[in-house]
């Protein structure tokens, strides 16, 4: 089955700067990637998501890029902001199928 | 859009009662229901997926017969946590999944159960 990892588990950065969270699958037939950011004691939220299609993908300060050769694709938060403090997991997938989520990356962004 | 609600968000039972928890999708149709379970600073791990009038695929290593799962319509479906103990004490979410969003799955706020 697919196995998803996630690096950092923990990012701290001073506001302002920026963030990125690096996730590798090994699946191949995987072919949706979303990004989802966790509050404390809420459900998950999608952020943004990219097709394997698609290479880079942006949304006002968030962006993902997608390396299908190397299998591995990254969430990029530019000008961080002390709200952007949480937990971000990335999933890998295919259509009409389950999600496999990676381990989650602690993002704390100090003031 | 997409919204999809939880409830109770937080339910304290005594070990071998049951409880049950809905998972609903407020604007629109879900064909497909996830569920989750969450322990503290761990990722998510999918217990069932479930299809509106269908029975629910588990996951291995779950237990179909404790943790029982309902889709009888397109908007809820329900968990019920059988005979309950203190080690099913958890967090659990639900996603949904719909007609229009073929690939995205919507979650839900969880819902925290405390076993006693």
């Known amino acids: 089955g697919e196995n998803v990892e996630q690096h950092p588990s923990t990012l701290s950065v001073q506001e302002g700067d920026s963030a990125v969270i690096k996730c590798t699958y090994s699946?191949?037939?995987?072919?949706?990637f979303p990004w989802y950011k966790q509050e404390l004691g809420k459900g998950p939220q999608l952020i943004i998501d990219i097709r394997s299609n698609v290479g880079e993908k942006k949304d006002q300060r968030i962006a993902v890029t997608l390396n299908k050769t190397a299998k591995h694709f990254s969430l990029h938060i530019t000008e961080t902001q002390p709200e952007d403090s949480a937990v971000y997991f990335c999933a890998a997938g295919t259509v009409f199928n389950k999600f496999y989520f990676g381990s989650g990356t602690k993002l704390n962004v100090k003031p | 859009g997409a919204v999809v609600s939880q409830h109770p968000s937080r339910v304290i039972c005594k070990s071998g009662t049951s409880v049950k928890i809905e998972c609903r999708s407020l604007?629109?149709?879900?064909?497909?229901m996830f569920w989750y379970r969450q322990f503290p600073k761990k990722s998510l791990m999918l217990m069932a997926t479930s299809n509106e009038g269908s029975k629910a695929t588990y996951e291995q290593g779950v237990e179909k017969d404790k943790f029982l799962i309902n889709h009888a319509s397109l908007t809820l479906s329900t968990l019920t946590v059988t005979s309950a103990h203190p080690e099913d004490s958890s967090f659990y979410i639900c996603?949904?999944?719909?007609?229009?969003?073929?690939?995205?799955?919507?979650f839900g706020p969880g819902t925290r159960l405390l076993v006693l």
């Open positions: 699946d191949s037939a995987s072919n949706y």
């Open positions: 604007d629109f149709q879900a064909t497909t």
């Open positions: 996603s949904a999944r719909g007609t229009g969003y073929q690939e995205t799955q919507y």
